[in-house]
């Protein structure tokens, strides 16, 4: 089943606010992943993180690796209508040779102008 | 464009009724995967193909067959459709690391 806790399930914004949203798990993941998915679209991949501690950044978008290899976050700095979207975590179970991802059940961004 | 396409992009089938999902890549990757996302469920891995002439189950195999017809082509097979299976499929692929996904195929089984 799935093992990822990713919150909130929801958010609603205004536009110009930042947001920030992360997954949790009680394994340890080698790999974390960030998507978005907008309507009648295949998800999207956003940022890749492969060490703990990482932080890594695509414009407006910054996400972290923990320290723990437990969880992820990523922010989204000065939101924009275009943000709209399903924006899911994903981790790559430690120990899996080779490589399943779990997936978040995601969290939806509504931004108003 | 590169990328993964799916075929078809509706479907509504009878129970009972069997249909095959295809799904090609052009970027010559190994590996290929089929997901079903449900509300609130995220994506759930249902086979995975590692290299070409391999498949393996996943998380949710049950009532469903693939084939990986070729490097380029790996398809999904439903062979007697049940309303459980009323989803969006989404058929993607990776070298390693992240998936890239098609745009999914939406189907209703009633």
């Known amino acids: 089943g799935q093992q990822l806790n990713q919150s909130p399930q929801s958010m609603f914004i205004q536009e110009g606010e930042d947001v920030s949203m992360n997954c949790t798990s009680s394994?340890?993941?080698?790999?974390w992943l960030w998507y978005k998915q907008e309507p009648g679209e295949g998800p999207v991949l956003l940022i890749a993180?492969?060490?703990?501690?990482e932080l890594t950044s695509n414009g407006r978008l910054t996400a972290q690796f923990g320290i723990t290899r437990k969880d992820s976050f990523l922010n989204i700095s000065a939101s924009i209508p275009s943000d709209v979207g399903i924006y899911f975590c994903a981790g790559e179970l430690q120990g899996d040779s080779w490589g399943k991802l779990q997936f978040g059940a995601g969290t939806q961004v509504v931004v108003t102008p | 464009n590169a990328g993964v396409t799916q075929t078809p992009k509706f479907q509504v089938l009878k129970t009972g009724q069997s249909m095959t999902l295809q799904c090609a890549q052009d970027m010559n990757h190994n590996s290929m995967y089929w997901y079903r996302q449900d509300p609130g469920m995220g994506l759930r891995l249902i086979y995975y193909?590692?290299?070409?002439?391999?498949?393996d189950k996943g998380e949710v195999p049950n009532g469903y067959n693939v084939s990986r017809l070729n490097k380029r082509e790996f398809s999904l097979r439903l062979e007697s459709a049940a309303p459980s299976q009323t989803s969006v499929y989404f058929c993607?692929?990776?070298?390693?690391?992240?998936?890239?996904f098609g745009s999914g195929t939406r189907l209703t089984v009633v």
């Open positions: 193909s590692a290299s070409e002439g391999t498949t």
């Open positions: 993607a692929s990776s070298q390693q690391g992240g998936r890239t």
């Open positions: 993180l492969y060490k703990a501690g």
């Open positions: 394994s340890i993941f080698n790999t």
